[in-house]
């Protein structure tokens, strides 16, 4: 990793993942003001979708089933908890996202388990690594989680009314 200091890597990562999580809980406090539409579901696990990119960097790669395994908990574990909160709810013929009132302590509470497991995790691999890791059972989360919001927005609403809007 040339000069870059692992310990300062590592503190940059976890303040990084403490603003991301409440730029994530600001936003989501706000699209529950706004309806939800098919391209607002997929807009996040396609931008997050590029940081795939990382792994061109040798230093980041890991064996295949370590980000298997990543996904999967990602997908299984660290998914449930936003999945059980998300509900929708359709005003005016539009559908909306209802306001969780244990959101933030859900994204904080994931946050809180992700930097432990970030901890220990850290103690085996590389500090690209395991960044590489989390980046994967991130995506793994939110692809379950976006998912879940399709199958249940496309119960909720006619086919002819899913075409995208601006």
Request: glycine share 4%; no cysteine.
């Given at each position: 990793m040339g000069n870059i200091n692992p310990s300062l890597l590592h503190?940059?990562?976890?303040?990084?993942?403490?603003?991301?999580?409440?730029?994530?809980?600001?936003?989501?406090?706000?699209?529950s003001a706004?309806?939800?539409?098919?391209?607002?579901?997929?807009?996040?696990?396609?931008g997050m979708s590029t940081g795939f990119a990382m792994f061109v960097v040798?230093?980041?790669?890991?064996?295949?089933?370590?980000?298997?395994?990543?996904f999967l908990v990602g997908w299984f574990i660290f998914a449930y908890p936003l999945?059980?909160?998300?509900?929708?709810?359709?005003?005016?013929?539009?559908?909306?996202?209802?306001r969780s009132k244990s959101f933030a302590f859900i994204l904080l509470g994931l946050l809180l388990?992700?930097?432990?497991?970030?901890?220990?995790?850290?103690?085996?691999?590389?500090?690209?690594q395991s960044g590489g890791l989390f980046f994967i059972l991130a995506f793994g989360m939110?692809?379950?989680?976006?998912?879940f919001m399709y199958r249940h927005y496309t119960q909720m609403v006619p086919a002819k009314a899913q075409l995208p809007q601006s």
């Open positions: 503190v940059g990562s976890t303040v990084g993942a403490i603003f991301m999580a409440l730029m994530v809980i600001f936003i989501r406090l706000k699209a706004r309806p939800v539409t098919i391209r607002k579901i997929w807009i996040p696990p396609l040798p230093e980041v790669r890991f064996p295949w089933w370590w980000a298997v395994t990543a999945i059980r909160t998300t509900k929708f709810e359709e005003r005016e013929g539009l559908v909306y996202a209802q388990i992700r930097t432990l497991l970030h901890e220990f995790i850290n103690q085996y691999v590389s500090v690209p939110i692809l379950h989680w976006r998912v």
